[in-house]
């Protein structure tokens, strides 16, 4: 038997945000019906970055992946985030293929932007905004696209390059979109949060009644983008709720005591599975505080597989020798 090697290009090759979104908004689904198996991370912390194991079981789907952040790689010529994920066959245990998984991370957080937004921004959302244009805010976009017609963007990120790149990059698919300041991307029906940073960049009294948030970026502990207060006064949905309390964006404001892990309104996957509701009126302010599960990985993964078998793309290696 053979285990099928996919780089990244094969992987950009099979993969759509389509099928991204469909198998990560079923993995919200089973794992808000307690149907998944995801221990917690594993981290090995060095000097100067950390790696990390995720490994996780869906319907009929396992895999781990291994994933790092080095964040000074780049002044070496490499990649901050490298991820490599092996998909194994629960059968047998055998490994059925060993994928890239850094376009998968970026894809499956999108689309878990996406299928958020879905469920709890306004329908009738059309103007954008995104503080952050780094790599995330590039899925978050494609995510978005699937689920809205977007009338703007509204861009901001401390460097302006990154803004302006990211800008011309919205015109590719015909939409209008300008660099501004942090204030004003937030006057949006939707806004999506993806920096690093460790203090809050959107202040509670930029925020109107009705927009929805994507906090994408606080996946560590320290970790924050949103004012506390504007926390407080949000519905909030989290991806997983012990995950979101030990470094999401609700860490901060729970260490804090501005709130408690009883205010956190649902998971996504409850919505998704009908267990509670979502967005109840135009009104309210929303918030899905994202840290990244590795059921959203496997399952994209799943996809990646079984696509590539079909299309006949990748290196097939036969790793063991022949027992029989
Ligand atoms: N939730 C998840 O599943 C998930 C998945 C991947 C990455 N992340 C997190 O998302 C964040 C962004 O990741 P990325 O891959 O896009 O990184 P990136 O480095 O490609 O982009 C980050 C962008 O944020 C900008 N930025 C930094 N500080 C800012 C500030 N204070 N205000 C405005 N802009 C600022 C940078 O200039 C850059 O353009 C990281 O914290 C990462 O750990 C979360």
């Known amino acids: ?82 991820a490599v994920l092996i998909y194994s066959d629960p059968e047998t245990g055998f490994p059925l293929a060993i994928m890239d998984a850094t376009h998968i991370t970026n894809m499956r957080t999108g689309a878990a932007g996406g299928i958020a937004a879905k469920y709890l921004a306004r329908k009738d959302s059309k103007i954008f905004g995104f503080i952050g244009c780094g790599t995330q805010a590039y899925t978050q976009l494609l995510a978005l696209r699937e689920v809205f017609s977007i009338e703007k963007v509204l861009a901001s990120d401390i ?84 995950q979101a309390v030990h470094g999401g964006e609700v860490n901060v404001p729970i260490a804090e005591g501005v709130i408690k892990p009883e205010d956190i309104h649902a998971t996504l996957g409850e919505i998704i599975a009908g267990f509670k509701p979502g967005r109840e009126s135009g009104e309210e302010i929303t918030v899905f505080d994202s840290t990244g599960l590795a059921i959203q990985d496997i399952a994209t993964a799943s996809v990646v597989y079984e696509k590539a078998i079909k299309e006949g793309v990748g290196t097939p290696i036969q790793f063991f020798e022949d027992r029989r």
């Open 1 to 82: 038997m053979n285990t099928l090697i996919l780089t990244e290009r094969d992987v950009r090759d099979v993969l759509t945000m389509k099928d991204a979104m469909k198998a990560v908004e079923r993995a919200f689904e089973l794992h808000g019906r307690r149907a998944v198996q995801m221990p917690p991370k594993v981290y090995l912390n060095f000097d100067k970055g950390d790696l990390r194991a995720m490994p996780a079981y869906l319907e009929g789907h396992a895999g781990v992946k291994w994933v790092n952040s080095h964040p000074e790689n780049p002044k070496r010529g490499l990649p901050t985030v490298m």
């Open 159 to 242: 460097s302006e390059r990154n803004a302006k790149r990211f800008v011309e990059y919205c015109g590719r698919f015909g939409i209008d979109a300008e660099v501004v300041d942090a204030k004003r991307a937030c006057d949006c029906d939707v806004l999506t949060t993806s920096t690093p940073s460790r203090k809050p960049v959107v202040r509670n009294e930029w925020i109107a009644d009705g927009t929805h948030i994507n906090a994408i970026g606080a996946d560590a502990p320290g970790k924050q983008e949103l004012d506390s207060m504007l926390i407080k006064r949000a519905k909030v949905v989290v991806d997983d709720m012990e």
